[in-house]
């Protein structure tokens, strides 16, 4: 099972962008599908993007052209999320995972904090 480490949060002014990065130790990282989620306190936690090992991508809807998830399967078993064009909707603390696409196990990362606020 992969333990998933997040950074990258913090706060930024409407409009502007953030890169997110979740770090996966443990092996076989390219079995497994990766996700952003994010949650708002007292709201479900609500699938932001996933990247499967060969790329193919899947997006909410509220963040469809403004964010790009990818990852680097080879080199640093890292997925990362781009944020673009933040508005304050996007403020929440934003977790990554891993699903095993065989096993379907699953691991979650701590989460990191985005804020965007004038």
Avoid at 11 to 28: E, I, Y
Avoid at 49 to 76: C, E, H, M, W
Avoid at 88 to 106: F, M, Q
């Amino acid at each position: 099972q992969v333990q998933l480490v997040e950074s990258g949060g913090g706060l930024v002014q409407p409009g502007g962008s953030l890169r997110l990065s979740c770090a996966a130790s443990g092996s076989m990282f390219g079995l497994y599908n990766m996700a952003w989620y994010r949650q708002v306190p007292g709201t479900q936690r609500e699938l932001v993007a996933l990247i499967t090992p060969g790329g193919g991508t899947n997006y909410g809807d509220s963040v469809q052209g403004r964010f790009i998830i990818s990852r680097d399967n080879a080199n640093k078993n890292t997925v990362y999320l781009q944020m673009n064009s933040l508005n304050p909707e996007d403020t929440a603390v934003y977790y990554c995972n891993a699903v095993h696409r065989v096993s379907g196990s699953g691991s979650w990362g701590q989460g990191t904090q985005v804020t965007v606020s004038s």
